[in-house]
């Protein structure tokens, strides 16, 4: 089974289901050689209740784990990938700012005169 997804609109993977508990995931824009990543095990918001220790255990070696409360699902992650998460969104913002800026440079900018006609400060 291949699906096709867009992260962040950066480009497209395939995934194909070869096992159980991974995926193939390739690239057919980049060409690194195909990466293996484990399927995410997800439990009932009534399981994840009776089995917090082995849930938390899970989330702390690595293996993020989905708990599902009639169809709203939240990830349950180490403390380490929320940083890590959260580092990559910073530097995309950062690099949308450097972007964006460019393009304000290129297109030769306005005056503060300007700007404050158009946000209407006197």
Do not use: W
């Amino acid at each position: 089974m291949y699906k096709t997804y867009n992260l962040y609109g950066v480009h497209k993977m395939s995934i194909a289901h070869t096992h159980r508990d991974t995926f193939n995931i390739s690239s057919k824009e980049s060409s690194r050689s195909a990466r293996t990543m484990t399927a995410l095990t997800t439990y009932s918001a009534t399981e994840a209740r009776n089995k917090f220790a082995d849930i938390f255990n899970e989330a702390h070696y690595g293996k993020p784990v989905v708990i599902d409360r009639n169809g709203k699902k939240v990830a349950v992650v180490s403390m380490e990938l929320l940083e890590r998460l959260a580092e990559l969104e910073a530097c995309i913002d950062s690099k949308d700012a450097q972007t964006a800026l460019e393009e304000f440079r290129q297109s030769g900018g306005r005056s503060m005169k300007d700007l404050e006609a158009e946000l209407g400060i006197d």
